[in-house]
């Protein structure tokens, strides 16, 4: 079998991943040496030619002429007369070039050779798809559901490169059927062995900031810059935005005409509740923002803690933590400050401060409390038993031994 055959039959798998032919006649090369030097101890004494056009490779043994009797190497030397048998006029010392056909390695090299070249091409593909994805980290991708299980849905885009979304990266509303197409960010691209894996994300806050600028044309030509995003994936997400034209509202481009502009991205994200506000470097006032819609009184900033004191008429409370607490938690978050509401006024003279209770009640309690604006001991009293339960983490149990507690200060 000819040398040019064999490498066709070798290379037969290069087509399933998109390999040019010079890149594979390199990866040849090296496959090759590889094999001359298992087989015969080493490779120095050995030409490979490649001719990429035609997908031929020859390989030639070059061995030095010794008297007949005097080879100590049979790899790098050749006796007198073998060399005149190949061309006559050969004399001691002269080195003689002989062609190797694939062939005449063996059975067992020719499968291994063939074996190794498999190998390095799928290493090949796998770190040229890694280096791919690499680069495209942070863009929006989308790709088709091949794949639905338990904890992982399993995509595969175009070119077949399979993407997952682990459980943690998916929205708790989606739900996708084989088939559908899924649009997220890439979050991260991991080389696991020879095999590269790409996780697609869903709930990332660079998922919401790429669709903005998808959906928002001043966005995406920079005229309104997206300053900060926070989110509670599926449920609520915050967006702070600014403009350095004065001519432009950057609230109001983003959000469009009775919310046009924004509704495509809300129902991308399963229904999740957008605030978009306008982003100031007056961080009173950005906290202020931040909070919205609740109506905050006055704000005390501790820049060295990044902690403010937030406070709040009663009836404005609620609307800063928000339900389970999700307001407050997201203006945390995209503030950067950690914010406590205070009740506006003193407490009450005949009411005492959950803190006087901290050696009767944990302190994580205590501010699983504080949470949803109560500091007294009166302001949990006077809730039930189930608004308590649904506002914070707490079981009943607890929030019941804490009432206990409580009530036999007052008695």
């Known amino acids: 079998m000819e040398n040019i055959a064999l490498i066709d039959s070798f290379s037969e798998f290069k087509n399933e991943k998109q390999i040019d032919r010079v890149t ?28 990429a056009d035609k997908g031929d490779l020859e390989i030639w043994r070059n061995r030095v002429v010794v008297a007949d009797g005097g080879v100590e190497d049979d790899n790098e030397e050749i006796e007198l ?15 003689v070039p002989e062609e190797l056909k694939i062939i005449d390695l063996g059975r067992r090299t020719v499968l291994s050779i063939r074996q190794n070249l498999k190998q390095k091409i799928m290493e090949y593909d796998a770190n040229l798809t890694y280096k791919y994805f690499q680069d495209l980290v942070g863009e929006l991708y989308t790709a088709e559901v091949h794949h639905i299980r338990r904890k992982v849905i399993i995509l595969l885009d175009e070119e077949g490169n399979e ?17 559908d197409n899924v649009k997220g960010v890439i979050e991260d691209v991991e080389l696991r062995g020879n095999k590269p894996t790409i996780i697609l994300s869903r709930t990332s806050p660079k998922f919401l900031e790429k669709l903005f600028e998808q959906e928002i044309p001043e966005v995406f030509d920079g005229l309104i810059q997206i300053k900060a995003v926070a989110r509670i994936p599926g449920e609520k997400a915050k967006v702070a935005v600014d403009s350095y034209d004065d001519r432009i509202d950057p609230v109001g481009a983003c959000v469009g005409m009775k919310g046009s502009r924004i509704h495509g991205i809300v129902r991308e994200l399963g229904n999740e ?37 937030v406070f709040l ?11 389970n607490g999700t307001n407050i938690r ?55 038993l189930d608004y308590l339960s649904k506002q914070t983490d707490l079981e009943e149990e607890t929030i019941q031994e804490v009432q206990n507690i409580l009530r036999s200060e007052f008695e």
């Open 81 to 95: 007369s073998a060399a005149q048998k190949i061309e006559a006029d050969f004399e001691i010392g002269e080195e």
């Open 313 to 323: 008429k009663p009836e404005e409370i609620s609307k800063a933590i928000g339900r």
């Open 163 to 179: 993407i997952i979304i682990p459980e943690s990266h998916k929205i708790r509303s989606d739900f996708f059927r084989k088939g």
């Open 273 to 309: 509740n957008i605030d978009v506000m306008n982003y100031t470097n007056n961080m009173q006032l950005y906290i202020t923002r931040a909070l919205s819609p609740a109506k905050v009184s006055s704000v005390n900033l501790d820049e060295e803690n990044l902690k403010a004191e």
């Open 330 to 384: 997201l203006a945390s978050q995209i503030t950067g400050y950690e914010i406590e509401v205070i009740r506006e006024g003193a407490v009450e003279i005949d009411d005492v401060d959950l803190s006087e209770f901290s050696d009767e009640i944990d302190s994580w309690i205590i501010d699983e409390f504080k949470k949803i604006g109560l500091d007294s001991a009166k302001s949990v009293l006077d809730h039930s």
């Open 24 to 51: 594979l006649m390199a990866i040849l090369e090296e496959v090759f040496r590889a094999a001359l030097r298992k087989k015969f101890g080493s490779d120095d004494n050995f030409d490979i030619i490649i001719n």
